[in-house]
């Protein structure tokens, strides 16, 4: 298996070529998919998708964020008073959203 880093923290176990042909080519044989679930040790869901994709490989996972972090923070400078609620409808997010960039880039409100 492949290990693939995600931006939340937790990785992401992807199955080796191998595996993947050798569960294809089981049940393209003749083998049932159940059969080469508990064989492969694969759910049947996965083989499923598997023989419905032209390639095996495995598809990166990325995940573009929206919020630009240069802009966020010119954003703090120039409006350090503006609720959590403003600023995220502002860069059309969730407000947990924008709260998760702004813990991130450790900025946190003051409450003087």
């Not at 923290?9 to 992807?14: D, I, N």
């Not at 994709?53 to 919020?67: A, E, M, V």
Request: glycine fraction near 6%.
């Amino acid at each position: 298996m492949v290990c693939i880093n995600h931006h939340d923290g937790y990785k992401a176990m992807s199955y080796s070529m191998d595996l993947r042909e050798r569960t294809v080519n089981f049940v393209r044989a003749g083998g049932s998919r159940t059969e080469a679930s508990r064989l492969f040790k694969v759910s049947r869901k996965t083989i499923f998708h598997w023989l419905t994709r032209p390639d095996l490989s495995p598809t990166p996972r990325t995940r573009k964020g929206k919020i630009n972090t240069l802009k966020l923070v010119s954003h703090v400078q120039a409006h350090p008073d503006r609720l959590l609620r403003e600023r995220a409808a502002e860069f059309g997010v969730s407000p947990s959203g924008m709260w998760r960039a702004l813990q991130r880039m450790q900025i946190s409100k003051k409450n003087d």
